[in-house]
């Protein structure tokens, strides 16, 4: 649903309750106004990305893919502040089958704005194994970095720790890699 669509349906409950309360309804009139908060809420949250982030907190990446899939054109669906979101969550979604479109996923999400500094490292962390995973070792290392200075809370201190093993493993010479060479 369009999010100007939203606003309007809000209005129209609001203007509906005002009425039921003006022709002596005030039950279904405060019923009506108070159920308008509904689509307002909607409105800065959208549901398809509350829907998707519930499906990924309970593991079931199908179902998140299913629900982001419902979104068509994010750029008049949604407000921009949730945009970002909705990029991060397609970005999780989109690591297990292509490692490229997830890096641009996260990028384009980061770029727009993720509200908590522990999203804003999960996107980073993503970034840096991306990184690492086309053998950019340094750039890697340098997002590592800021992941960890953005994770105040040790969320992904693990995810942190086993990238730089990974990291360690990973010989470049010439600062080349080729996952195919073998190392001595």
């Known amino acids: 649903m369009n999010a100007i669509f939203k606003l309007v349906i809000a209005g129209l409950m ?10 002596d309804n005030i039950g279904w009139g405060i019923f009506t106004i108070l159920m308008s908060a509904f689509p307002i809420l909607l409105y ?14 309970k593991q079931d990446m199908q179902g998140a893919v299913k629900w982001l899939s419902k979104i068509k054109n994010p750029e ?7 945009r970002g979101y909705y990029y991060y969550l397609c970005g999780i979604t989109e690591g297990q089958n292509s490692i490229t479109k997830s890096e641009q996923l996260m990028k384009k999400a980061l770029s727009l ?17 991306a ?10 290392e340098r997002l590592l970095a800021e992941a960890k200075k953005l994770d105040k809370a040790g969320m992904i201190e693990e995810q942190i720790k086993m990238l730089k093993q990974q990291m360690k493993k990973v010989n470049i010479p010439g600062g080349y890699y080729n996952p195919n060479m073998r190392r001595k």
């Open 113 to 129: 704005g993720l509200r908590f500094d522990h999203d804003k490292a999960i996107a980073t962390m993503n970034l840096a194994a």
């Open 44 to 57: 800065f949250l959208n549901e398809f990305v509350l829907l998707a982030l519930w499906r990924l907190r």
């Open 14 to 23: 609001i203007a509906g309750g005002v009425t039921l309360i003006v022709f």
């Open 76 to 82: 008049s669906q949604i407000i921009k502040k949730q």
């Open 131 to 140: 990184a690492l995973a086309k053998g950019r070792k340094q750039e890697a």
